[in-house]
């Protein structure tokens, strides 16, 4: 075993919510060291605002959310706007290899921690910027949220019933598309480090991360002048294709069938009913046409199996088939327990609960084995004697001044 | 070839030679990589990767009909057709591998294993190579050979349970994502493992070629969890099921009030929630005024001191007395004037776009998003998205066009392998290539 693939990157994050954050998480899943720079004068929507609390109780270091998206990551209580503040914020970004913030453009610039600022501090440095319209352009200054911005981004209008509303589609979507290629532009700024000695600042819009996942649509909207509907769970050609409801209420498995062998090894698992002989289903196209009429039949027949039986059986038969997950379903998903992709980690306030991994195992470093998301300014002293060396009374000093907070001068609630 | 990147390039992965045996589920996996400068060859079989039968299609000026999917994703690689079930194929794998530095492929667990082109073999004549392989479920573990496209893995990951109207079919959305999601997740690990590699490069470390490649195993099923967001905590945390809410929210009071998120308006539909919060009180201030201004503001809205505004505490029946008046409001404008007026006001909203919205937006016109290209053999210069992130220092973005099925194969087997273009013609007649 070698040591973490991120060993020996410092991060430093001015960031909240997802879309910078969950990044540093990620680093931190494979040995980088990252730390949130907050305060508590100003804390993270997320820490404030977003349920779930613990036991529905709100306070800074319950909240669900912040958890997710922050284990394996340190906090240092900075207050940017007290006398001092800013001056820590520089010597933190001296010592860094790589600066993830997500505030409105040009926020960073006005503080005096904009990248050209701290690059003539630190010429190696990594600076990601990531916001919903990136850097420049008419609407950077407009403010938003991922969970909104997954509608101007073109996905919003793609779930739903054919003909029917749109529906929502859960969360801040685009904020995890930006976090992935955050991730990646971040790494590839490091090789470029690597071999050329130079760091760099990355403009990174959350929008435009998000076209990329609807690429086709783009060229489909300029060749042939439509878009792609929302069809429910239908597939191009693939019939039957949908989710159908099982034995307990509310509980589903999907079944899709792409071709004529697949077919009849579902009819066989079905027992050959007379239906299924009919030339309405003899063929793909037929059962393409009559998809309706199939999608009924075959939930007739769903409705006496429970869903994991029935995705066991279809599978072992040869057939697509899986069970629609619900949250308590997902933790015992036997596949991701599998993977070790739940982690229990103790969170002094909130106690035992799960951290979620990345979705890749590297074999020879693989991620370290995560630890709670910080309670707010909780690691303030060691991390300012780590980074910057600075001895207890230095800190006791700065602490008094207002530019660091101590996690005990702070009011949990 | 050597493989180690050259020093002051454009790109992050200059001289970066990555394999690109995927099928749709890791084809932009593959890109991204490209993307950033590395030089990919997509390996194909000689009937061609499945991407190229998806649709939409547009006939090429020859009349054969283009899959868009596939141009959308494979822009950027070069392209090679090899037979791997042939002995000759497996060589011509075999033989490139040994000078890759990053092979990537989404075949089904121990298929490759058993062609002997896996891992194992391959890593054996290039320890340094970084191998990554996407699947639905990953190498091993209960699920590990199941079948599964999209629909699946979609279910599998719970999301399905969270879109759709309540009590009502759990939905996917409709142009497949699992893909971009598992390819993503794909780059994200392969650049770890590069990372790794190339640091104890930079050590001396790792024998005498130095560095170390490892295996990187990829879970599309894994991968899409993201999307069930903060979801999983409400039942982790406190014992509560998330559910599907169709167009509404929950999840933000504690009264157990949902709200609107959809809204018809004059030519589509729009995005926007009460929200809570700093910006959520600002945009329901700003809300306020814009309805005032044109006498739709309701007694409710214009009474609410919304610097004050708690939305954890909002009660269903104010909640559904706002959003009636919203509603009303919303019919009549259009997405461009809701995203205008949004925009002037600093309100949180947009538009559910289409592609077409998307393609005439003037903030991705202005920022220079869109990289025009001529695909060969189309009619017409296409627009794609550009490079994922601006970089001060390097390139990224699109370079080339995607590949015909087999059209780099002089230029790789010819040219670089030593092949003659007799042997060329032999292999394409036995159909190795």
Redesign the interface.
Known sequence: MSQPALDGVVVVQFAAFAAGPCIGKYMANHGAYVVRVESASRPDGFRAHYPPFKDNVKGLNRSGVFAFNNDTTYSIGVNLKAPGGIEIAKKLAAKADVIIENFTPGTMRKLGLGYDALAALNPRLVMLSTCNMGQTGPRAQHPGFGSQLTSLSGFTNLAGEPGGEPVIVYGPYIDYVAVGFGYVAILAALEYRRQSGRGQYIDLAQYENGVHFLAPAILQHQLLGTSPERQGNRHDYAAPHNAYPCAEPDTWCAISVFDDDEWQRLVGVMGKPEWAASLRFATQLARKQNEAELDALVAEWTRAFPANELMMLLQKAGVHAAKVNNMPDLFADPQLVHRRFWRPVHHKEVGVHHAEMPAYDLSLTPAVEPFPDPCICEHTEAILQKLLGLSAAEIEALAAQGAVELESSVAAH | MPST?????N???SGCRVLDLTTPLGN?CGK?LAD?GADVIKIEPPSGDAGRL???F?PDTSGAPQS??W???NNNKRGITLNLESSDGKAILTKLAKSADILIESAPPGYMDSLGVGFERLSAENPKLVY?AITP??Q??????????D???????????????P?R???????S?SE???S??????T??????R???L?QGVGGQAGG?G??????????C??????????????R??????????T??T?TGAKFR??W?CRDG?????I???P?GQ??NRALTEWMDSQSCAPPIMKQKNWDKFD??TITQPEVDEMETAIGKFFLNLTKQEFLKG??QR??????????????AD???V??D?WQTLQQPG?DRP?????G???????E?GVRRPAPSLGEHNSEILVSELGFSPEQLNLMREARII
């Open positions: 990147p050259q020093p002051n390039s790109y992050a992965l932009l991204i950033l998806r649709s939409p547009y868009l999917w141009l959308a994703y990554t479920f990953g091993n573990g209960p699920y590990r050979d199941f079948l599964a496209d629909l699946e893995i979609m279910a599998l990951s719970g999301v399905m349970s969270l879109t759709g109207d009590g079919t759990p939905l996917r959305i409709s142009l994502q971009a999601w598992a993503l997740y794909g780059a994200m690990g650049l770890t493992a590069y990372h790794h190339q640091a104890l930079s170390e490892q295996f990187v195993d990829v879970s599309a099923q894994a991968a969890v993201i999307l069930c967001a903060h979801a999983p905590w409400f039942w982790d945390y406190n509560d099921i998330a559910n599907r809410e169709g167009k509404y929210m999840g933000r504690i998120t959809v018809p539909f729009l995005t926007f929630i929200y809570g919060g910006a600002k945009t939305v954890a949004g925009v600093g309100m949180l909203g947009y538009p559910i776009s289409s592609a077409g919205d998307i393609l003037d903030q991705l202005s920022r998003f189309m296409l627009r794609f998205p550009g994922f992130a601006k970089f001060s220092e390097m990224c």
